[in-house]
């Protein structure tokens, strides 16, 4: 990954338990934005007790990177992830869809300050029914290069 590349939902951390793929891409629409591409694809190493399949995890996003003026930047990004398990029972399944917005001023060799806004809702199946919740985040990050 490149040492400006940023992925809104902390799309690279990591899932315990799991095995398999992780791609992204960067690539320039001019000289003041550029498309990041992730895409995630996982399954449970180890089978849990009571279980024949392992369960799946799917996860993809995309955001548009502008560069404005005086070390300001803004972020547009979206993401689609889906977790299931197949002949589960019970049935699990869920899914989590977002969009995130962001501003950021950078600080030349110092760091940088980003506002991030993030809107993500949650569906999911169980047991006991359909399940549904919609959460809006705000965070201030910063950060110092040395």
Same mark, same amino acid.
């Given at each position: 990954?490149?040492?400006? +590349? /940023?992925?809104?939902?902390?799309?690279?951390?990591?899932?315990?338990?799991?095995?398999?793929?992780?791609? !992204?891409?960067?690539?320039?629409?001019?000289?003041?934005?550029?498309?990041? @591409? +992730?895409?995630?694809?996982?399954?449970?190493?180890?089978?849990?007790?009571?279980?024949?399949?392992?369960?799946?995890? !799917?996860?993809?996003?995309? !955001?548009?990177?502008?560069?404005?003026?005086?070390? +300001?930047?803004?972020?547009?990004?979206?993401?689609? !992830?889906?977790?299931?398990?197949?002949?589960?029972?019970?049935?699990?399944?869920?899914?989590?869809?977002?969009?995130?917005?962001?501003?950021?001023?950078? +600080? &030349?060799?110092?760091?940088? @300050?980003?506002?991030?806004? &993030?809107?993500?809702?949650?569906?999911? $199946?169980?047991? /006991?029914?359909?399940?549904?919740?919609?959460?809006? $985040?705000?965070?201030?990050?910063?950060?110092?290069?040395?």
């Amino acid at each position: 990954l490149s040492r400006d +590349f /940023s992925t809104p939902y902390s799309a690279l951390s990591y899932e315990a338990n799991t095995e398999g793929l992780r791609a !992204s891409a960067r690539a320039p629409l001019g000289d003041l934005v550029s498309i990041d @591409l +992730f895409y995630k694809r996982l399954r449970e190493a180890e089978l849990p007790p009571n279980e024949t399949n392992r369960a799946q995890i !799917s996860l993809a996003g995309a !955001s548009l990177d502008f560069v404005l003026r005086g070390g +300001f930047g803004a972020v547009l990004g979206w993401l689609e !992830s889906k977790r299931w398990r197949d002949e589960a029972v019970p049935p699990s399944d869920s899914r989590r869809r977002g969009i995130v917005a962001e501003l950021r001023r950078d +600080f &030349e060799k110092i760091g940088a @300050l980003r506002l991030r806004y &993030e809107r993500v809702d949650n569906e999911g $199946m169980t047991s /006991s029914g359909a399940t549904e919740s919609k959460t809006d $985040m705000y965070s201030l990050y910063s950060s110092i290069e040395f």
